[in-house]
């Protein structure tokens, strides 16, 4: 087991001894143990910008990979699950050490998030090699703050925790930068989301380089032993020289057992629950942003970076200040209250239109008061782990780590029956509001005239294209004309023409009816008789004019017939001669318009705006059909969901500030102090027996 002190060798160690044996058997110095303590915060960040990075193109994934966004909370859910059990296998770091554990871990992360989770091409491919990430960072990520707690005195652990709390920040302000700096406003790869992976995993690899030429960790001995300040540091290398494998696997023994206690159960669920807000804005806040406030991918991770950024301050700047007040619990307290005002106001934005700074500014305050509650939160639990059992610093953190991807994962169990809008919203509302972007007009009109819509749907296109090539003048015209004379008109089409043709041959007949008649009744032309024949040409004109007149009676008789037959219709078109004639050429285009004249007259003062509408796709109204009303519903319900679940990450942080008072530490620095000066004095007389018991 490596658990047990190195012992100094004659001969120099091989490199794969040098890669693989990490333990310090004194504790470092100033400069190397901050080296130590940069690296692990390195690696911790890099960690977290692995399991993070997804967030930044997760409406990308959620459309590339088909997935639902139920779908996508469940992975979450289960991930974080097994997440949990990989960071109950970390308590294991307490026998074996913490180290290559890390080390080697940054290795496997870095090839699965550079080559491997980009390769998959469907939802279950990138769901599974996920889970198994997210097993191995359940383990480095209990290792790397046990890491920090084995480096850092308790008098100087908020600072030193701070900067590990800033890992998970900074990894997901790395996320937002990176992702504001490299993602398009427009997107047209939709495989463009490996990009951000391959980007992580190459930054993952270099750390691991890193880790592996320089990270180091305390032997048993060392680690196994409370150190409040750095004067201690005499003391416990002595106590250290002292102890057997015998003492180790004694503190060691019936780990879970020494620490399940309410103290430390408790408040790790309190502050899981507390953090319900922030791994809400780690896994969906690009999706909150963009589906309810309607930002782009790109803006809103720029939001991200407000968010992130001043939490960073807040984690490395309350840790400097609680280490120099020695005291957690009213910083706890501060950083509570903070939160859950900002947490109230953040929640009844939604449903409103806040601009771009003012959310910009309420997260930045929201997640200044979390990084305020949190860091003295994680010092002050590390140290309620060692009162208990300074062997078992791993074990502890190992509880913490299972309980809060617990919480995480029942969380994400809920969080699609609180919000069961984001769907519809994720994977056709950009779409819809493209169109609705680019057609706005057309669809208003729409809208505004469904009874002017639905008559031009039931125009034939042929129709449609007939009355634009009659001019309004015509129609006008047309319309002026009482429908039984258009009837007529249409119906005795040839004997109008024909009356309009033989007009002259027409008058003679009306003025001398009864010579007409009289000829009528002789079938041959030829037995007419002569006297006859001069008359009916007298009748005509006489001369030439009037044998002409005859002439062309008796070669066009039955036309000439024809008319006089509909004589009686023909006077009722009489009064309209002038528009009959007019509307004539247009005759073909006015029948075929007839059946849908009142369609067209309800369609006649929208010309312009039926023409634009006829210029949209019909893709893009199937597509509309399809999934416009859901887009549209659940656009109505997901501001009022997503509040229902804020008021529910509300109720974590006052249940975080009720469970203050169970954790190690005083609540005044005076009483602190005292608490410090007592210590140095027992160390001192400590010190001193074991110096004397050494001599003698």
Not at 167 to 172: A, F, K, W
Not at 478 to 502: G, H, Y
Not at 518 to 541: C, E, F, M, R, S
Request: proline fraction near 6%.
């Amino acid at each position: 087991m490596s658990g047990t002190a190195a012992q100094p060798v004659s001969t120099r160690p091989g490199w794969i001894d040098w890669l693989i044996k990490r333990q310090l058997d004194s504790y470092p110095d100033t400069r190397p143990r901050v080296m130590y303590l940069g690296i692990t915060v390195l690696a911790t960040i890099t960690l977290y910008y692995e399991l993070y990075v997804g967030g930044s193109v997760s409406t990308l994934i959620l459309t590339n990979l088909h997935m639902t966004f139920t779908f996508y909370v469940l992975t979450l859910a289960v991930g974080a699950i097994i997440g949990a059990f990989g960071s109950l296998f970390a308590g294991i770091t307490d026998r074996l050490g913490r180290a290559n554990l890390v080390v080697f871990g940054l290795f496997f992360t870095g090839v699965f998030v550079a080559f491997i989770l980009p390769a998959a091409t469907d939802k279950w491919t990138f769901t599974i090699e996920g889970f198994v990430v997210g097993f191995v960072e359940g383990v480095c990520l209990v290792a790397t703050p046990a890491l920090i707690r084995d480096f850092s005195p308790q008098v100087g652990r908020a600072t030193a925790m701070g900067f590990w709390t800033a890992g998970p920040v900074i990894g997901s302000l790395i996320v937002s930068v990176v992702g504001t700096a490299t993602i398009p406003a427009i997107i047209n790869d939709p495989r463009f989301w490996t990009h951000e992976y391959r980007i992580c995993g190459i930054a993952g690899l270099i750390v691991f380089v890193i880790a592996l030429i320089g990270l180091k960790e305390l032997s048993p001995a060392l680690r196994d032993q409370i150190m409040v300040t750095l004067r201690d540091r005499a003391l416990v290398e002595a106590r250290a020289k002292g102890l057997t494998e015998a003492d180790i696997e004694a503190a060691l023994r019936h780990p879970f057992q020494q620490l399940m206690k309410p103290d430390i159960i408790i408040s790790a669920i309190a502050v899981s629950i507390m953090l319900l807000i922030y791994y809400t804005a780690v896994g969906f806040s690009v999706i909150y942003l963009t589906t309810v406030f309607g930002f782009s991918l790109k803006d809103a991770n720029g939001l991200g970076n407000w968010n992130w950024g001043f939490n960073v301050i807040a984690v490395i700047l309350i840790g400097i200040i609680s280490d120099r007040f020695r005291v957690r619990k009213p910083f706890m307290v501060l950083g509570g209250v903070v939160a859950a005002i900002m947490t109230v106001i953040y929640l009844l934005q939604a449903g409103h239109h806040p601009s771009y700074y003012t959310l910009a500014i309420i997260l930045a305050v929201l997640s200044l008061g979390l990084g305020i509650a949190y860091t003295p939160w994680m010092a002050s639990y590390t140290e309620t782990v060692e009162a208990r059992n300074p062997a078992l610093t791993a074990t502890g953190l190992a509880i913490w780590g299972w309980i809060i991807r617990i919480v995480v994962a029942l969380s994400f169990f809920l969080l699609p029956l609180v919000i069961n809008s984001v769907t519809p919203l994720v994977d056709y509302g950009a779409q819809v509001q493209a169109y609705a972007t680019q057609y706005k007009s057309e669809l208003a009109f729409a809208q505004a005239h469904p009874d002017v819509v639905a008559a031009a749907q039931k125009v034939p296109p042929s129709v449609i294209a007939a009355a634009k090539s009659v001019p309004p003048d015509v129609i006008a015209t047309a319309q002026k004309i009482p429908p039984d004379v258009l009837a007529i008109a249409q119906k005795d089409a040839t004997q109008l023409a024909n009356a309009q043709k033989f007009a002259p041959e027409l008058a003679v007949i009306q003025a001398h009816p009864a010579l007409f008649t009289k000829l009528a009744t002789y079938k041959n032309p030829a037995q007419i008789p002569p006297a006859l024949v001069n008359q009916a040409i007298a009748a005509a004109g006489g001369g030439v004019k009037g044998l002409k007149v005859l002439t062309t009676i008796s070669q066009n008789q039955a036309a000439i017939t024809g008319v006089i037959a509909v004589a009686p219709d023909l006077q009722k078109l009489a009064p309209y001669a002038a528009d009959l004639k007019t509307i004539a050429p247009y005759s073909a285009q006015l029948t075929a318009m007839a059946p849908y004249s009142a369609e067209l007259t309800k369609m006649a003062p929208y010309g312009p705006q039926l023409t634009a509408l006829a210029g949209v796709p019909p893709s893009v109204f199937a597509f509309l059909k399809a999934h416009g009303q859901d887009v549209q519903n659940a656009a109505a319900v997901t501001a009022s969901q997503w509040r229902t679940w804020y008021w529910i990450c509300f109720g974590g942080i006052i249940f975080f500030l009720f469970s203050i008072p169970l954790l190690r530490g005083r609540w005044r620095t005076r009483d602190a102090k005292r608490d410090e000066e007592e210590h140095e004095a027992k160390v001192q007389e400590e010190l001193a027996r074991i110096q004397a018991a050494t001599v003698s």
